[in-house]
Structure formats: C-alpha cells, structure tokens
C-alpha cells in the first residue's frame, strides 16, 4: 500500500535514533533541564543570529497551540485566526477548553488577508459595545497554512505592523515550518521570522521527529511564569532529554531544512503526476501537501492501492483530497504512484 | 431627550412594584423556595397547559446562556449558533468561559437556516477525523433574533426535527420572548413552543421586570443537578422572592403578553415614522426593534434629541442604527418623535 | 414560626423600597451607568474618605467573590483561604469553574491566622519545586468569618503587610461588611479598612437590600477590563439602577450602619437568652450569627417553633446549629423567643 | 556524581530501544491506531485476564490525571483525593484548569483512610446545603503514594466499596504502579487491581520507557467520547507508535515486573545503608521512595556527592529528603552510596 496520507506515518529520522542510542545511558536533569535541551535552544539562536528568544520544548501541535495561546492570552481575551485556522477546525475546542474564544476571520486561500484583519480591529475599536465582547488579545497564523500555501514576507509585514498598532501578539504555528521555509516560493528564513512576530514554533513530529515542537518567544517576552502554565496544561515533559536529543540533533548540520528541502522535491514530483493525471487542483500549494479534487468513484478506486486523506466534500460528487509527501518520502515511493496514476 | 435606546431604560411595571410592596414584611424561603416563585411556575405550567416543566428562575441574560448551555452540554461539547447570535457576539466570551465553543452558521436574516444546519451535521457525520472536532452538543437560537425576526412555526419545526434526528437539543434564548410572541407575523404560541423545543428561556428583564429571566426545560428534562450548576454559575438569588414576585406578576391575568403587546403597537407607529420621514430599513423587523440605516452625519443631527443606538456599520458612510419600542413606551414619545422626524 | 434562619429572610428595606417607588418612572442609562450608581459611589467614597476608590455593582456574593477573584488572579493562580472560608464550602464549586485553586489554610476559630499564612508563603516561597505547585496569587479573608468572628485591626495589618511583602493582593469578603463593623468588638470602620486591604465588597443582600453587594478597589486598582470581566462571568445587571438605588439609599444618612447596627443589639439580646437557656456556644460570636450546640432531639423539638439552620455535626448526637439576627429582626421576634426557651 | 535524585534520570530500557530501532522504517497509522498499540493492549488485557479493558495511551502522568479525571466528572463534580495526592499537590492546578475542585481528605501516612472517606460521604449527603457545595464526583488514590506507602488488598476493597456505595468511581494514579506491585508487601496484582477499581493507568514514564502511561477503563467505561476528550486536553499523540511500542515492549516477557522489582531490591539494600548510617526515617516505604530526616548542614555536605532531594522541611533545622531507586539503578551505584554514607 503507498502512503501520501500525512506527514506523520514514519519513525524518526535516522541520526535522532542514532543519538538516542548513543546518549541512552547518560544521566540527566529532567523537566527541560538536561544539556540537550540547553544544546539545541543554543542552536537555535545561532541560526536565528538571535540571543533574546526564549525557547520551550513541548510535545505536540495542539498542547503548544492551547498552552502558548492560554499563555498570552488573559482570561478574557480570545485569539483572532482563520475561520480555517488549525485552532478553529482540529483541535476539539481546546483553546475554548481554557475559556478563551477563537475569533474567525474569513479564509482566502487558508490565509489571512491584512484587510479582512484591520477591518475586524478597526470595528471593534469603533464598537460602542466593545467592553461587551470577547475582547480580541493575539492573532495567530499557521505557516504554512491548513491548505499548504505560505505568507510572503511582505504580508506577514503587513500583519506584524497592523498586530504592533493594537498590541496584539502575533503567534504563528509552524507545525510544517520547514516545509514552508524550503518552499521555492518562500522568500524569508528563520532568521527574518524571529523578527517579524512575537512567537512561533517549529515543528518537529511532521518534520523527522517522533514527538516535539520548539516554542520560541522572539525578545524575551515569555509569559511570565511561563514553566508553571505548561505544566497546568499537561505538558510539562519529565524526560525532556526525548525532545532535546530531537531537536539537537535536527539544528546540527543543517538536518532540518535538509529533510525539509528534501519533502519539497518530492512534492514537485507528486504534484507533476496529479497534473499529468489530469486531477483539477482546490488550490495552489508551493508546500508538502497538495489537494486535488476527486470524483467519489474514483476515490473508492485509488484508496485500493494508495492512502490519501478525503479532506472536505467538494460538491454532491466529489471530495478535495490531500496527498502528503514528507521527509521520509522515498523516490521509488514516488515512481510507484506515477506507475499507478499514469499508465 | 427621547429615549428611544432600548427596552431596559425604564423602571419596573406598576403591578410589580405593587407586588413588592404589598409582600415586603413577609418573611420567605430562599434560593427559589419562596411561594412567589412557586406560584410563578404553576402559572407558567397554566399557560403552557403542561405539567412536566421544569422551571428555574435566573437574573440576567448572559447569566441564562452561560449556565443553561453550560448545564446542558458535556465538557468537550459546543453549542451551534448563528454567527450573529448573542452568544456569540455580545457576551464578552462567556459560553468559552466555561469552555464551550460557539459553533457558527450562517445568518440568514438573523435566522438559522435549516439547510445550513443540515448540512453543518451531515458534513460532521461524515467527516473522517470528527472526532479531532469540537463535538456539536446542542443548538442555540433567538426568538426574536438579534434583528428582531422571528422564526415561523414551520422553521422551528423543521429545525427541531433535525436536532432530534441528530441527539442536539434545541434551546431558545427569548430575552425579548414576548415581543415575538405578539408579533402579527407571530403563527404560534407558548404552549406550542413548549412541545417544539427542549428549552427556552422567557426574558423579563426587557419586558416589565427589574431583572430576571425565567428557564423553562420543557419535559422534565432539567440537567442533573442543575441548581448546583445554577450556584456554580454565580447564578443562583439569595432572595428569589424578588424575581419570584415578578414573575407571579408578569402571569398574572397575562399581563406579559399584554404589555408586549403594548411594545409592538407602539414599534407599528414607529416603523409607519421612519418609513415616512424616508429612511430605508435594513431589515424588515415584525418585532419591536427597528432597523435603519442612516448617514453618519444625520446620525449626529438626531442624536442631539433622540437616544439610539448606532449597531454596526453600513458603509463608509452611514450606521445601521436601531430604534427600540417597549412595555413602557408612551404614546406621546411615539407622537413627539414624529414631530422631530416629519415636520 | 419564629425564624432565625439567615439574614436574608425579609424583604428589602422600607427606605429603599419608597426610593424604588419615587424613581420608577424615570428612565436611565443601563450597565452601571445610571445615575444613581453614580450617586452610590460619590457617596461610600465619601464615607471612605479616599477618592481613588473604583467600585462595582454586582448582583449576589458567590457571583461577587468568582468575579473578583478571577479578575484579580492570573490563569495560572489560586487564591488562599481559610479551609472554612465561604468560597471553599458554600460556593459549589465557583473558583474552580474559572480555573483557579483553593489553597487552604487551617481555621483558627474562623479565622486565618497570620503564622499560618507566613508559614505557607515562606515554604511556598523555598520549595524547589515550587513552579511545578499551584501559585499563590492573593489571599482571601472574610469580615465577619463563615462562624461570625472578626479579626481585629493588628490581625488585618499582619495579614496585609505579609500580602504586600509577597505581591499577594487581600481581598477581603463582606458579605456581611455591616454586622462586623458595627459588633461592639470591632476596632476600625470603613475608612481604616480601605486602607488595610487591596478590594472588599459591601454586602447588601444581607443587609437590607433585596439583592446587590459594592465591590470597591481601594486604589484605582481594578483589574484590566473589569467590566468585560464582570460581563464573562454573566454578572453584569443591565437594569443596574436597581442595585444602584438601593446602594445610594444604604448609605445616605447611614443607614447602612444604623440598621447593622440593630441586628447588633438585637444579637445581644439572643446570646443573652441563649445562655440563660443553658446552651453550650460552639464559638464566641461578636455578630449577628450565634452557634450553639444542640442535642438532635431538642432540634426536632425546637424546630416545631422556630426556624433555624443545623449548621454542622458536632458529635453523634448533637448538632452546631446557627441563629441569626438581622436588620429586620423585630423586639417582639426577640420576646417571643424568650418565651420558648425561657418558660 | 551519584545519582537517586529520581525514576526518571535516565533513558529507555534497552529492550525499548532496540524495538524502537527494529520498527523505525515501518509506516503506520496515528492516534493510537498503530499495530504496537494495538498489540501492546491486548498483551495488557491477557495480564490481567479481562477482555473488557478501554485502554488508551498518553504521554505524561499530570496530562493523565487531568484527562482522566475531567472525562470522569461532570463539569459541576470535585474529586476526592488526599491532601497530600499528586493532583492537589504538584501539578500546578491542573484538575482545576479543567473547572474541578480536588476535594481534600487527611494523609494518613501518605494514604486516605477509610474512615475518613466514609465521614466525608455521610456528612455531605446528609448536609442540608449540600447543593451549594462542590458535587463529589469520584475518588483519586495514589498507589504507591506521594510517600512510598502502598494501600493493602483490604482497604482498595473498603475504599472500592464506599465508592460503590456512593457512585464514586475510583481512579488509581499508577505513575509508579510496578514498584508498587512489586513491593514485598504488596496482597494483590493487576488481575485483582482491575476488578477493584474503576480506572487505573499503568506508569511508563518512571518505569523504564522515555515517556508514556497506559489508562485502564476497567469495565468497558471509559467515557463517551474520550478520544475527543483526549484531544481537546491537547493529549492525543499523533505518532502514537512511540508510546505503543514502549508499552508493547514493557509488557512482553513480563519486562515491567522484572524491571520494577529490580527497583525494589535496590531499595532494600539504599534502606539498609541508610539505616545503618543511622538516619531516622519519616514514614516507612515499602517501594522504591525512601524518607529520611536530615540535618540542614549534613545536606549540604552530602550533595556534593550525592543527588537528592530535599522533599518538605521537617522542623527548623531538618529536611525530609528523598533518595530513589529505579529499573536503571546499578549494584556499582548502590555500593558507591554504601561507601560514601558508612566510610
């Protein structure tokens, strides 16, 4: 059976199994303590060219996003997102869990477009029944987005400005982070991102690792008492050595983009067959993921031999479908979907 | 000045206040035990001509929502609203508080549509990775809605066919309840809306009342344990006698629904004022809210002599504005306002 | 039926029900912005002696105490209290409801005692894993306690000058304000008050109001957003002139006091014939609440008379039951008891 | 440095390991829906003789607790616990953050006592206020506890019982179970200790696996909807292998018994030492967890050689402190502490 079902169907990168096999026996600090976690926040900041950041491993996407919003968010504040935003659709209600409201704005093309924001805060100052809302405290970005597609430079400047006008955090969830940076299309790097919100993460279980995602607040703007929040949400990590041996070893050498850069050529591939197999596209996606629009007859057939995700229906006869390729994508994988899709 | 902001600027009605004075040396029970409050519910039940009500009464809107959709929902569950419901507009975040999502659908004319809902839930029950969603536990809406329509017999039908269908019960926030009810447009009443919904609420804070609304579960079918989860809400009077008088009076020789009337004769004269003095509507509201639109400039003009409210924007040049009637609206308000508008 | 059961058994006092009366025609604004809210807090500033007063209407006192707390503390932080103290026992659960624990210290006679406190900041403040406890965010008292005792001048500046050595805001409960500083015990008035503690409320419903306590910040220190605060939490009254008139009422011509007062004296007199009826005290009370011990059968016995509460068990066979005065306690109520138990 | 600062200093068990390595290229689906997963359940449901098990897998022990204990309750509902128990004590409000009071029974010697669980019930059910109290919802042990100590056959049944009784379910937080069913005072296994409780999970974490705790639903009742309950708690792993194939090794060959009684001879020989060097104990453990008073200056000379840690301060000059032994504990280590404490 071929996978192109998600970015998550295999272990962990080889040199992350070989370091846990090599520090396997070594004493450490527990609870984000131990010299890895230390090693790869160094990292980190050397490849952001960025002393101040803050970094906190955590475990997965949806406990980062519910403990890094609940930790900038006072009690009565709600985060603004996409109506489409990971937040608002997959994540069961757990920001709402922690009594904040996720505020939607409309999705164009899975992002949020500066005007429909700076409409919405502009509104909402005007609103003679403000103090009777759900009183808007951060805005949250997912790069790159639900649907793959990423941000330029220039529109997250946009936001980041428009963010900095209101005092409202900007947070943005990088669960496929790489993906986006090694797009073709992306024109900023790690280090332009550090600088143009307060906070971000970059994921690691989409990206070779088995569990983790590095949380970075950009200049020290940590939430106060931070350390204690993650560990009201659940996700204080004992064995953080797990999630530090992870990242150090992603941010030597380079791994990260390297594999990330790697998931990107095997798109291209993929998106050439779906192309050459006539498939319409939902949309245009410069990332990992690309959704095309099958009949439901069709789909029934293809599932016989390749997984894929049907995403949402498309009209009465037929489903946006989602096919992933990933760091541990394999060329042979590829052929093989070619063979099946084109002969 | 004229007062035409809403329908809570005025005191109490006369045979409340009476009430009050005539039971002020009378030593009570508390917390709802006080025989006002149980002659209000048997009175209720009268006029429902049911018996298996279960019937709480509470202090404020807001307070209602938050408590009743809390108390009827699991923890992981969310409540399905209209986007511009009240819940989800107008009470500060109170629904998420208590860590609930507000599910929205569309607004068609203030209303749920049922093809909107219909499909919100097929598309749920087929969505491969529902249960990575907040879970719908319920559907909320207003009657009259936010824009002073009303729901036909028909809709709510049709709409509570498909929450049984789908196990989500249906509540109805009806803060303005009798101001629909006697609307000409109105095609039914409270006995019937007891047989066509799970719970409603029979809003007396803006009709005749200091405070106060009353919860009606319609067949026995209160939450467990719903007056811990009244108190747990902050919800819970001390001196229920205060909204247990009220009530008693409101049900009395149907006073309710007479002084509601009262409030939609009155929004009659008005909307016949506006229409004259040329303004175009909205939306056409058979209730007693009134909405025009109305250029900035002229907005300015009027304010220096009538109170309203200026409720969204139109465009860049002028406000939705509302103008609200009620029990306590005089004739000659209505008569001095078609002074100021058509002479 | 004689009935000592509560303080709020009456209806509401005749001077603020002829004030009631006289204002009911005129309209107001709405959400504390009548004028008599207005009115209200010119005047307890005035009584406070100290114009950087910010106070608040709300309507009950769980309501009061969730609202306050939960605008005071960050997410992450519980509040102190005695293991008795009202918002650990009679409040169902209300703190919790908004996410913040309960960190309770023993009772001493009702009270908390400053060693305890010093005690538990001092092992908080050098435990090593003290980010992975619940913080301590302020500290919680009530005047007078859940067992009618009050804590004296000495006992509050200890209490707050260990608060502010630890940036733990006081707050202190007063549900029952006037019965506590009208006891012939108490050593301060209001005016001391505001200045020995960060917030307090003024208990109405208690005390002569049919609803309605003041919550007031001593220093222009109101949470962030208060108002949208105390709409989250569903507490916000829209007609709030009826909290406003009736707090305008309590402190014109000190009202609030006299009638406090005279639960006082009346208070005085039950003691007296409660130990000349034998009774054992279960505590010494300076207020209008008096515990005593009583054997289960003389309950029932009693009971067939008089309205009263059994309060806790005290051992296998008798019961600590509550007798309480109030504003509206009459001097013929007082005699007849003395009959009963005397005769 | 010597090391008996924790259970959770060092890596994975090597067996772990080498099936981490052996699996690493095998694709396979998420959420729990893994074939070691899948396996790892059954092999748990043949120990323990019982084909009805829900079983789910989680990462960490607060996260456990937390998720269980909120899809337990209803919103209104506490959770018993002793003062003393994890989730009152160091997990920073987590229950709390979830709405739930931790409803708190005196430690006897780290455990709850039977009689004061039956004193509890009995008191509240017959409290005539028991309506505004936090609703009691279920029942939380430690096993072993905070302290080491480990309940007997005899009182889980008594305890169970009083549940039973009171429709309390009863939840074990087994973070440590293995070394306490490996304790030489241990009466029963996990065969009875699934017909003696509600719930229970089976620690990873802290026995042998780098992260990971099995929940045990011991009838086919773990709560509608948990998997969206686990999510929304931000708990669910998406590459759910690592904790399967962690458990799926734990449990083949009995490795989770022979490992955690490794722990415990250890232990009895750490005992022995610390005996002989004359420390007086706190509480007597029969697990891993030893406690022992020191002097505030002999600490300070011990850790410069030893890790441990100083757990609660016992009188003005002493600590109690706690040494730990562990599945990765080494005869080398324990011979080393013998040198350094006797010589």
Known sequence: MLNFENDYNNGVHPNILENLIKTNDIQSLTYGFDKWSESAKLKIKQICNKEDLDIFFLCGGTQTNATVIDGILQSYEGVIACEDGHINVHEAGAIEAFGHKV???????????????????????????????????????????????????????????????????????????????????????LTWLCRNCDCFYIGGTKIGALCGEAVVFTHNNAPKKFFSIIKRHGALMAKSRLIGIQFDTLFTDNLYFKISKHAIIMAHQLKEILIQAGFSFYIQSPTNQQFIIIPKKKIKELKQKIIFTHWIPYDRNSF?????????????????LRKILLS
Chains 1, 2, 3, 4 share one sequence.
């Open 320 to 336: 946006v479908c989602r096919f992933v390729t990933s760091w541990a994508t394999r060329q042979n994988e590829i052929d093989e």
């Open 103 to 189: 505020i939607t704005l409309p999705s164009r093309n899975g992002k949020m477009n500066i005007d429909d924001l700076k409409n919405y805060v502009q509104v909402f100052e005007n609103d003679e029944s403000k103090d009777h809302v759900a009183q808007p405290g951060m805005v949250y970005l997912t790069f790159p987005t639900e649907f793959g597609t990423i941000y330029s430079k220039k529109e997250i400047e946009e936001i980041y400005s428009t963010c900095k006008q209101y005092n409202l955090p900007l947070f943005i969830d990088g669960a496929r982070l790489g993906y986006g940076l090694m797009s073709d299309e992306c024109d900023f790097d």
